[in-house]
């Protein structure tokens, strides 16, 4: 069971975030890894566009797509990792559980600088969806990927962002009978809300494929320019509708998209576009969810009822 109401903005109360603050700003990085073949004939869904688009079977390697993509591992996230340093800015990284285990000098480089990880699915081409109508199997993902997520992180992660965003009915519930605070798969909102589950209550907290250098980027071909222009009018939008209640603006990003060269300059102006701001928070994921779970009665009461 998955419910949440439908609660029209001007129907809410308003919100601040725990500092006053009008808009919290988040940057996802997606650390993704996915398998070169699959023992199977039928075309092997990566997760994400293909740079290529005739898919191919399986077990058949696919190395355009795939090798495509690694750049993100071998280079591009390396290039964000300085931007970031460079401006003092953290992450929210969303991991699969193999990136622990094959590229774990991707997930320790975030962890050394103290930014969040979220479970997200084992391995980036195996769909919650696959197991749409088998609950039991979906389970075993989820707490393969959390038996992993714990070993190299030490603690059970908190947050879940499912591989391509594709879950089922019973994710939300099984995530919280795992004890997970937020669930990122449903993105319908500025801000977050309650979901209701058979297992009880879990934060939703959208992610968003619109603000997300894949939509941006990959398919709609912005230029370096326009990404970074279309970032600052998100945020100068956001940043006034704040002014009246908290908002959240999440920025997607693949290090394989974000991460080239000739795009960096669009995340570095933008990055000091935003700071240059007053009332901006920059949390982790948890920090929100935290408060809101506490909170949520004050922001539309009855939420849970």
Same mark, same amino acid.
């Given at each position: 069971?998955?419910?949440?109401?439908?609660?029209?903005?001007?129907?809410?109360?308003?919100?601040?975030?725990?500092?006053?603050?009008?808009? @919290?700003?988040?940057?996802?990085?997606?650390?993704?890894?996915?398998?070169?073949?699959?023992?199977?004939?039928?075309?092997?869904?990566?997760?994400?566009?293909a740079?290529?688009?005739?898919?191919?079977?399986?077990?058949?390697?696919?190395?355009?797509?795939?090798?495509?993509?690694?750049?993100?591992?071998?280079?591009?996230?390396?290039?964000?990792y300085?931007?970031?340093?460079?401006?003092?800015? $953290?992450?929210?990284?969303?991991?699969? @559980?193999?990136?622990?285990?094959?590229?774990?000098?991707?997930?320790?480089?975030?962890?050394?600088?103290?930014?969040?990880?979220?479970?997200?699915?084992f391995?980036?081409?195996?769909?919650?969806?696959?197991?749409?109508?088998?609950?039991?199997?979906?389970?075993?993902?989820?707490?393969?990927?959390? @038996?992993?997520?714990?070993?190299?992180?030490?603690?059970?992660?908190?947050?879940?962002?499912?591989?391509s965003?594709?879950?089922?009915?019973?994710?939300?519930?099984?995530?919280?009978s795992?004890?997970?605070?937020?669930?990122?798969?449903?993105?319908?909102?500025?801000?977050?809300?309650?979901?209701?589950?058979?297992?009880?209550?879990?934060?939703?907290?959208?992610y968003?494929?619109?603000?997300?250098?894949?939509?941006?980027?990959a398919? $709609?071909s912005?230029?370096?320019?326009q990404?970074?222009?279309?970032?600052?009018e998100?945020?100068?939008a956001?940043?006034?509708?704040?002014?009246?209640?908290?908002?959240?603006?999440?920025?997607?990003?693949?290090?394989?998209?974000?991460?080239?060269? &000739?795009?960096?300059?669009?995340?570095?102006?933008?990055?000091?576009?935003?700071?240059?701001?007053?009332?901006?928070?920059?949390?982790?994921?948890?920090?929100?969810?935290?408060?809101?779970?506490?909170?949520?009665?004050? &922001?539309?009461?009855?939420?849970?009822?």
């Open positions: 069971m998955l419910e949440y109401d439908y609660v029209p903005l001007p129907k809410r109360n308003p919100i601040r975030w725990p500092g006053g603050e009008g808009l @919290a700003v988040i940057f996802t990085f997606n650390l993704e890894t996915w398998d070169l073949t699959k023992d199977t004939d039928k075309p092997y869904y990566a997760g994400g566009p740079i290529l688009p005739d898919t191919l079977p399986g077990n058949t390697p696919d190395f355009p797509n795939f090798t495509w993509r690694e750049y993100g591992q071998r280079v591009g996230i390396w290039r964000l300085d931007l970031f340093d460079e401006m003092n800015i $953290q992450a929210s990284c969303t991991t699969n @559980a193999v990136t622990f285990q094959r590229r774990g000098e991707m997930t320790n480089a975030a962890l050394d600088r103290g930014w969040e990880l979220l479970a997200h699915n391995e980036q081409g195996e769909l919650l969806t696959n197991f749409a109508h088998d609950e039991a199997a979906e389970r075993d993902v989820i707490l393969r990927s959390i @038996a992993v997520y714990e070993d190299h992180v030490g603690r059970r992660p908190v947050g879940w962002l499912s591989s965003l594709r879950s089922t009915l019973n994710t939300a519930g099984i995530l919280a795992e004890g997970f605070k937020f669930y990122c798969d449903i993105m319908n909102d500025d801000q977050p809300f309650m979901i209701r589950t058979g297992h009880g209550p879990i934060v939703g907290l959208p968003s494929n619109v603000i997300n250098d894949f939509t941006m980027v398919r $709609q912005l230029t370096t320019d990404f970074r222009d279309q970032l600052i998100e945020f100068d956001l940043y006034a509708d704040g002014k009246k209640t908290a908002r959240i603006m999440n920025i997607g990003l693949h290090p394989h998209v974000s991460g080239r060269a &000739h795009r960096i300059r669009a995340l570095r102006e933008f990055i000091a576009h935003a700071k240059a701001h007053d009332g901006v928070w920059w949390p982790k994921r948890e920090e929100i969810a935290t408060w809101y779970a506490a909170n949520h009665e004050a &922001h539309f009461p009855g939420q849970l009822g």
